[in-house]
């Protein structure tokens, strides 16, 4: 009897289609140590986003044969981290579709003052409070100021502003906004003035350490005179806000070092009789915790003001701010 027996290559192709073809997962798998998978695990309970991808990219780099495992563990991780990161975001999004009249107000409270005796007597004091609510699509504004010093028992500076902004984010820089202000200065011959006003809005820059928009639209403005009488016109208004945090720390006392946060607006407002003009730019740092501290200077501009009234006021304030 004769017995064929392939040749060896043919033997050997038929051993290689029977068994499964290994890929490099296959290889690479089981090459993880212990102590690297730990030290993975190790990052992930810290919570850290940014250690976790530092330990995996430097796992990567020690252990090669076992990068398989590597991205595997890494992509679960993002998958768990993402998953999180949604249901987070949704239960911020229904809390602020639920929330009440008077929650997720942010702001500040500033309050400055001075008082002398002696060969003159003067007391004067200036306060504000300003209150921000943001929603999904609205922003609401809030701003209330006032400033008043008294000379020798004569009133030299009485002034309140009141305003409200909503605004209407339509999409990522594009917004609508609504303004109703009022404001009083018996300085400047008036002692009320009314403002309400329309249009639209634009952020030029929003990123971490500085935001500018601008706004434009028409205006209609009421004012009552101090010595009598008052008068209504349509008008335009243009309105810039800025802020800028920077990155350096200053050194206020031996306890106080922040960054330092400038920011300023100005508002236009032109009609037929009367351009105004109101501008602040300010400095702030903080002292501890929520107080800080700020330097201001601000102009004002009637181009048509009452007989006996110039046209132009600046002060500078300093003032101590308490954000909530």
Do not use: C
């Amino acid at each position: 009897m004769l017995l064929w027996t392939a040749p060896a290559a043919a033997q050997d192709e038929a051993v290689a289609e029977a068994a499964p073809a290994a890929g490099p997962e296959d290889l690479q798998d089981e090459s993880l140590p212990d102590a690297a998978r730990a030290m993975i695990d190790a990052a992930i309970a810290g919570g850290d986003a940014d250690a976790v991808e530092a330990v995996v990219a430097a796992a990567r780099t020690a252990f090669p044969e076992g990068s398989g495992q590597i991205d595997t563990i890494w992509q679960s991780y993002r998958a768990e981290q993402a998953e999180v990161a949604a249901v987070q975001a949704a239960a911020e999004v229904e809390a602020i579709r639920n929330a009440g009249l008077f929650d997720n107000w942010s702001g500040q409270g500033q309050i400055g003052g001075f008082q002398s005796s002696g060969n003159s007597d003067e007391f004067g004091v200036t306060a504000a409070l300003e209150a921000k609510r943001e929603g999904i699509d609205w922003e609401h504004r809030l701003r209330l100021s006032g400033d008043f010093r008294r000379t020798d028992g004569v009133t030299s500076r009485e002034q309140i502003l009141a305003r409200y902004e909503p605004r209407f984010q339509i999409n990522d820089r594009l917004f609508s906004y609504g303004l109703i202000q009022f404001d009083r200065n018996v300085q400047q011959g008036f002692s009320a003035r009314y403002a309400a006003s329309g249009g639209l809005g634009y952020r030029l820059v929003d990123t971490d350490t500085m935001d500018l928009s601008i706004k434009a639209g028409p205006a209609y403005r009421v004012t009552e005179f101090v010595e009598g009488g008052s008068s209504s016109r349509i008008a335009g208004l243009l309105g810039v806000d800025f802020d800028w945090r920077l990155t350096d720390s200053i050194k206020l006392t031996q306890d106080a070092n922040s960054t330092v946060e400038t920011g300023g607006e100005a508002l236009l407002i032109v009609d037929g009789s009367n351009t105004s003009l109101n501008a602040v730019t300010g400095i702030e740092a903080t002292l501890i915790g929520s107080l800080r501290a700020r330097a201001s200077w601000s102009i004002e501009y009637d181009s048509n003001p009452p007989a006996g009234s110039v046209s132009t006021d600046t002060i500078t304030r300093f003032t101590l701010i308490y954000g909530f």
